[in-house]
């Protein structure tokens, strides 16, 4: 794996030891009673890459343009999964030819081999340094627009966890497949079930975490399993705070390059009951936590 970070506007900083990790978990819910909000300086965006070289560039525009609320620091993870398209040049391209960029620190890192979105993720997260991270798909289905809707339970209400619905709200939809929203909301009743919360989209890409909370779980699932092994494990976690707001969706057709298939939806079921019912292991010790390192060889 190989880790690249960018200078973009301002000199990037990484925390030599991350102090969240010394702590149990418990106590960043504590803290976050307090009805006036929570300040956060920093957001971690994590983009899981993989073959997107005609979209990469897009969304990074997009994430640009967007002023997060009460002068939040934007700092973007892109995770490349051993991309076998031109993901990797358009991702240098951008960093070099784009000018006044607002993104305040950036990260870019290769996997060696195709590990899955999951993994991803998971490396995505164990190199953010933001208050808060978000996962960011780069295939445009999910409009960086709306960033500032999914803070606001957090900087209103000190939410530790906010999920972003495609089935609640009067945003936007595309109208793609019956079967697959019939399959969502079958997938979204069975994770209530175990995890006893009312969502109505667990399977929605857009997820923010306090940091110091999700970097503590133990995440196994390399593929899509991501989103139902995620959930129950934070639902197990007393006294977290989980809010949910609606969003809008452009999905893609398979033909477009949307890559998740039924197998996956098979998959989720397994991970809902193996999580829900048998997970015996939540949370990581603090000295198995490692601190994002500048430069991985």
Request: with cysteine; hydrophobic share 35%.
């Amino acid at each position: 794996m190989r880790t690249t970070e960018g200078n973009i506007n301002t000199p990037i900083t990484i925390q030599a030891a991350q102090t969240e990790a010394n702590n149990d978990t418990s106590s960043y819910i504590e803290e976050g009673t307090r009805s006036t909000g929570q300040s956060i300086q920093r957001l971690s965006i994590i983009i899981p890459a993989y073959n997107e070289e005609k979209t990469i560039s897009l969304i990074l525009d997009r994430i640009n343009e967007v002023k997060l609320i009460r002068n939040i620091e934007k700092e973007v993870i892109i995770v490349n999964d051993c991309s076998k398209d031109n993901t990797e040049a358009a991702i240098q391209r951008y960093m070099s030819d784009t000018p006044n960029l607002t993104i305040n620190y950036f990260k870019y890192i290769k996997h060696d081999v195709n590990q899955g979105k999951g993994a991803a993720i998971h490396t995505g997260i164990a190199q953010a340094t933001g208050d808060y991270l978000l996962v960011q798909d780069a295939d445009l289905e999910y409009d960086p627009g709306e960033y500032n809707t999914l803070l606001k339970p957090i900087v209103l209400a000190s939410a530790d966890v906010v999920y972003g619905s495609r089935f609640m709200g009067g945003n936007p939809h595309r109208i793609l497949f019956f079967w697959h929203s019939i399959g969502n909301r079958v997938l979204t009743f069975l994770s209530n079930m175990m995890s006893n919360l009312n969502l109505t989209d667990m399977e929605t890409g857009y997820k923010v975490f306090r940091t110091a909370i999700i970097q503590r779980i133990y995440l196994h699932e390399k593929r899509f399993g991501f989103e139902p092994e995620v959930t129950q494990k934070v639902s197990m976690i007393p006294g977290i705070r989980i809010y949910e707001v609606g969003i809008s969706y452009y999905g893609r057709t398979f033909a477009e390059g949307k890559k998740i298939g039924w197998k996956d939806g098979f998959r989720a079921i397994y991970c809902i009951a193996k999580y829900g019912l048998f997970n015996n292991q939540l949370f990581r010790k603090p000295s198995e936590i490692k601190a994002p390192a500048q430069t991985v060889g």
